[in-house]
């Protein structure tokens, strides 16, 4: 099998490396095209994979092909695509907010799958969530998912609407990681710590806290109890945040992303 990564981007040069690194493929079998004339010269520096810059040498003859392009490129590029297609092939879509129908539509093809991975997939601690339209078999899409599963892990669900959903938990969801850490940064140092320590204070807790949940079965809400002794000094912050509705609130966040990534789907 030969696999295509159309987009080197964040995105799709972080599964081409990914792929590449694992036993699945060989560097014959990966290929990956841009048209940036820097990027293709940086990507062939590399002994990964084969860099292109024209689709006519690389689309046709390559069975499974990862769209990696920002979603308002896809209708342009799906134009260029379709007289190089073939029936067999599947394409596999890291684009946000756009359906599996539209891709059908546009590209005039069957075999598709959708997905929706994030940033940690760069550090081999991704989550992807996907799902496939039934042309795919299941033979195929076991082999997608280790394909997928190259940057970290991946979860298959039953419809598109968990795809959007997921974008509201794990697409999005560093960001709100990353929004409380650097809350709790900023609070670091305002009591007076310095740049450094205040670092290491929130990413061990961060990463403290993480390994503690995935090695036990204990729910969170019974790791805060555990925390948080009656009338002490943890308990005096879960109930500022439960005061200002903290919970709520990032429960609407995520609604939010969930919301605009329907919304992005019917554009």
Not at 35 to 50: C, G, M
Not at 190 to 202: P, T
């Amino acid at each position: 099998m030969k696999v295509l990564v159309i987009g080197a981007g964040n995105m799709g040069l972080t599964y081409a490396e990914g792929m590449a690194n694992s036993p699945l493929l060989t560097k014959h079998k990966l290929r990956i095209f841009d048209t940036d004339p820097k990027k293709i010269e940086t990507l062939k520096q590399q002994s990964q994979f084969h860099v292109y810059d024209t689709l006519d040498d690389c689309l046709p003859k390559s069975d499974l092909i990862f769209i990696a392009v920002k979603p308002y490129h896809s209708a342009d590029l799906f134009k260029i695509m379709t007289p190089m297609l073939n029936d067999d092939q599947i394409f596999v879509s890291l684009m946000a907010g756009v359906t599996i129908e539209t891709i059908q539509q546009q590209l005039g093809k069957s075999k598709v799958v959708r997905t929706m991975p994030n940033l940690p997939a760069q550090v081999g601690k991704g989550v992807t969530s996907y799902t496939a339209s039934e042309s795919v078999s299941r033979v195929e899409l076991l082999m997608v998912r280790n394909l997928l599963d190259t940057t970290g892990t991946s979860i298959h669900v039953n419809t598109e609407k968990f795809i959007d959903a997921s974008t509201g938990i794990s697409g999005s969801g560093p960001a709100y990681v990353f929004y409380f850490m650097q809350s709790m940064l900023d609070a670091a140092l305002k009591m007076g710590f310095s740049a450094y320590d205040s670092k290491v204070l929130v990413s061990n807790t961060f990463e403290g806290a993480i390994e503690l949940f995935n090695q036990n079965d204990m729910s969170p809400k019974s790791w805060i109890e555990k925390v948080a002794s009656k009338g002490g000094t943890t308990q005096a912050a879960i109930d500022s945040m439960d005061d200002n509705n903290v919970k709520q609130l990032i429960q609407d966040a995520a609604y939010a992303a969930f919301d605009r990534a329907v919304e992005l789907g019917k554009k």
